[in-house]
T-cell receptor, first 112, second 114 residues
Framework: KAGVTQTPRYLIKTRGQQVTLSCSPISGHRSVSWYQQTPGQGLQFLFEYFSETQRNKGNFPGRFSGRQFSNSRSEMNVSTLELGDSALYLC???????????FGQGTRLTVV | LAKTTQPISMDSYEGQEVNITCSHNNIATNDYITWYQQFPSQGPRFIIQGYKTKVTNEVASLFIPADRKSSTLSLPRVSLSDTAVYYCLVGPLYSGGGADGLTFGKGTHLIIQP
């Protein structure tokens, strides 16, 4: 069974640009969550999508947004990039609440 | 949310048993204890989960005393490849707190030496 796939693996963007990251969950999983990991703040929850609806949201500015498609694939978008947005962005898929979450390998975003 | 406290780092040697303790004094009655492992530039991976007493799987054991205010992850006969960050999470089944989002602390950076 294929795992969680995130694309691209690495990305370099310039301040002020926007970026879109993609996550394909494990087949049959309906929930996709996104996390930001930085050395200073650790792993922080961004948001979760379930059946194309945002079910929960962490404490991040509105520049961070996401969506989920009918096939459960999800994208997250960051607009007006700042240097501090440089991080490893991870997505996790699971069937539903109270089931095991499986993480992808992440997208390493560098903002210059 | 039950806050967790675990050592920032630990060192050990190949072949040794490693025990990482996590404190969670305000754990709720319906909370579970879940441990994740993370290698550099990879996503966390579920290791083990328990509610009380002892749980064992092919990777690790989890010891939880009767008062459930702490727990100990035990890794038998570690190897160099066990060098990673280990996170202790406390919350609903498989969720580790934070509504639907997993709430990770700083974790314990375990370094295994030859």
């Amino acid at each position: 069974k294929a795992g969680v796939t995130q694309t691209p693996r690495y990305l370099i963007k310039t301040r002020g640009q926007q970026v879109t990251l993609s996550c394909s969950p494990i087949s049959g999983h309906r929930s996709v969550s996104w996390y930001q990991q930085t050395p200073g703040q650790g792993l922080q929850f961004l948001f979760e999508y379930f059946s194309e609806t945002q079910r929960n949201k962490g404490n991040f500015p509105g520049r961070f947004s996401g969506r989920q498609f009918s096939n459960s694939r999800s994208e997250m978008n960051v607009s007006t990039l700042e240097l501090g947005d440089s991080a490893l962005y991870l997505c996790a898929s699971r069937y539903d609440k109270n089931t095991e979450a499986f993480f992808g390998q992440g997208t390493r975003l560098t903002v210059v | 949310l039950a806050k967790t406290t675990q050592p920032i780092s630990m060192d050990s040697y190949e072949g040794q048993e490693v025990n990482i303790t996590c404190s969670h004094n305000n754990i709720a009655t319906n909370d579970y204890i879940t441990w994740y492992q993370q290698f550099p530039s990879q996503g966390p991976r579920f290791i083990i989960q328990g509610y009380k007493t002892k749980v064992t799987n092919e990777v690790a054991s989890l010891f939880i005393p009767a008062d459930r205010k702490s727990s100990t992850l035990s890794l038998p006969r570690v190897s160099l490849s066990d060098t990673a960050v280990y996170y202790c999470l406390v919350g609903p089944l498989y969720s580790g707190g934070g509504a639907d989002g997993l709430t990770f602390g700083k974790g314990t950076h375990l370094i295994i030496q030859p």
